[in-house]
């Protein structure tokens, strides 16, 4: 019986490990995505591409 509830419990914690290392993944991945965004935001508006105006706007619309 204890071996079976070790076998559960070790089942188990590698089942959430997985879980929760998709989830970081995903968390990670968003990040440098809007990071990056962001630095191409900045780019486009240090090169006058983009106004003042519409550079806030873009920005505000990201992170919201």
Do not use: A, G, H, R
């Given at each position: 019986k204890d071996i079976?509830?070790?076998?559960?419990?070790?089942?188990?914690s590698v089942v959430l490990s997985s879980v929760f290392?998709?989830?970081l993944f995903k968390v990670l991945t968003i990040?440098?995505?809007?990071?990056d965004e962001l630095e191409e935001?900045?780019?486009l508006y240090e090169d006058g591409t983009l106004s003042e105006e519409q550079f806030k706007k873009a920005k505000?619309?990201?992170?919201?």
């Open positions: 079976e509830n070790l076998s559960s419990i070790f089942v188990n290392s998709t989830f990040k440098n995505d809007l990071t935001l900045q780019e505000n619309k990201l992170l919201k």
